[in-house]
């Protein structure tokens, strides 16, 4: 038994070796990609109840010379460990608001808003929120269209600070986003003291909200408290009309999901605004 252990240990060594080495080389890969400036945004409509845009979520992708389009599930981790998500947010941050104010110039889309998610790590640097406002005055961006998307993982740490940092942009006009809600570690008591503007019912909940009796309970508990709290709510991941439906009937006005349309270049989005969805 014992030299048994010795060789899982052994083995056990090597696969965190691999692992670590994968690491590094993904992490150099990234770094070379942020140099060839590979990194770019594709947008997901966000639709009101009778399916007009309201605005779109900005989600990163990463245009690899050999992999092809890289989804963020593939390197964002890495890049929030290693702190390449630092000039990776920030160059995310720049290209949304840039399309902001790009949208801000044409009538048929002055109104609509852009989410941009944000990483808890992006958000602790304590020059974050500077950087969020020097880039709103250098693009002209609107900041009460531009809506950052947080996690429940940035109440792990200081959340009186946290909390401060939230303040200093809800008071220039930014909206925040409480992302992936009910999936985390926030409590309601935080929820009452966190100056958000939006709550978004992950899609773990909206999947089968139809056949699972707990899932579609979560789902109303989470728009009926957003209601009560005078936030917005939007449901993501919605890819069938009864999801929407049901979700509809109970209060969420708000929608993104496959039904409304896939993340894709800014251009398929404005072209696919002047049809609306069908259902
Ligand atoms: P998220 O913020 O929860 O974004 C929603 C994810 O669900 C996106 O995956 C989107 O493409 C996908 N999705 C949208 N509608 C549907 C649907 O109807 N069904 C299903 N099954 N999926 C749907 P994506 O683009 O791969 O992004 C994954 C995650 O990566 C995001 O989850 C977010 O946490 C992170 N991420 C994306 N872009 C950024 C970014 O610019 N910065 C940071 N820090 N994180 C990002
Ligand atoms: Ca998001
Ligand atoms: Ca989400
Ligand atoms: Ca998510």
């Given at each position: 038994a014992k030299s048994r252990g010795r060789n899982m240990l052994c083995f056990f060594d090597l696969g965190m070796q691999a692992a670590a080495t994968a690491r590094s080389a993904l992490e150099a890969d990234i770094r070379a990609g942020l140099q060839r400036d590979e990194f770019l945004l594709h947008y997901q409509r966000v639709v009101d109840a009778d399916g007009a845009m309201l605005g779109a979520e900005a989600l990163v992708r990463w245009r690899h010379s050999e992999r092809g389009m890289v989804p963020p599930g593939e390197f964002i981790a890495v890049a929030e460990q290693t702190g390449l998500i630092l000039p990776l947010g920030r160059r995310v941050l720049r290209e949304a608001c840039q399309q902001l104010a790009q949208w801000a110039r044409e009538p048929a889309c002055a109104h609509w808003t852009l989410s941009v998610n944000v990483s808890a790590q992006e958000f602790r640097h304590p020059g974050f929120v500077q950087q969020v406002l020097d880039v709103i005055a250098e693009t002209q961006a609107d900041p009460r269209r531009l809506k950052l998307e947080l996690t429940e993982?940035?109440?792990?740490?200081d959340v009186e600070d946290t909390i401060a940092r939230m303040r200093m942009l809800r008071a220039r006009g930014v909206g925040l986003s409480l992302d992936d809600?009910?999936?985390?570690?926030?409590?309601l008591s935080y929820l009452k003291r966190l100056p958000l503007s939006q709550l978004k019912i992950d899609q773990s909940f909206v999947r089968d909200v139809l056949t699972d009796p707990s899932d579609a309970a979560i789902a109303c508990t989470v728009v009926a408290l957003a209601n009560s709290l005078g936030l917005d709510v939007v449901a993501e991941g919605v890819e069938s009309d009864g999801q929407r439906d049901f979700l509809l009937r109970n209060g969420c006005r708000r929608f993104q999901g496959y039904l409304f349309g896939r993340p894709g270049p800014a251009s398929a989005l404005r072209a696919a605004d002047t049809e609306p969805p069908s259902r």
């Open positions: 993982s940035l109440l792990l740490h809600f009910g999936t985390g570690y926030s409590s």
